[in-house]
């Protein structure tokens, strides 16, 4: 598997809001959601990196700086592409943001994720994190995030 990444660009946001969009919601939805949330050449705290397999792109992760929950990062999103899935990719992609998080000075992160997701959950435990709130899960040290 020869999975190259990147940080996203405002062309990159049609195909990141194809994958979410095949989970829930519209592509015209995540298409606003991404682009409002898509780092600007002058801001800082906020990242969205994108897994690429060739030209195609097969996932993506996003992350940024919080202090909710005491917390100095929060997972917003990750996705990988159906045909891409079971190639273990999803644990790639938490250790690409952990490490930005870590370049940040970030230590302890959280993720939103509902108690019935049982595949995310599964993938944040085997990377680390631990229950933190019925409908959140942390890492208490972002470090765990890169050895996966």
């Known amino acids: 598997m020869a999975i190259a990444f990147r940080p996203a660009n405002a062309s990159d946001v049609p195909a990141l809001a194809a994958i979410r969009a095949a989970e829930w ?5 995540w298409i606003r959601r991404i682009t409002a949330y898509l780092p600007q050449d002058d801001e800082q705290g906020r990242a969205i990196l994108i897994a690429e397999d060739g030209a195609t792109l097969v996932g993506f992760v996003a992350g940024h700086r919080t202090r909710r929950y005491g917390c100095d990062g929060e997972l917003e999103w990750i996705n990988v ?3 891409s ?4 990719i999803g644990e790639i992609l938490l250790r690409e943001i952990g490490a930005w998080f870590v370049a940040q000075g970030a230590r ?5 994720v509902n108690p019935d997701n049982v595949v995310a959950r599964r993938l944040y435990s085997r990377c680390g994190a631990k229950p933190f709130k019925p409908y959140w899960m942390i890492w208490e040290d972002a470090r765990a995030m890169i050895r996966g």
């Open 85 to 88: 899935r079971g190639r273990g």
């Open 81 to 83: 592409a159906r045909e």
């Open 108 to 112: 302890r992160i959280c993720v939103d």
């Open 25 to 29: 919601e519209t592509e015209a939805y």
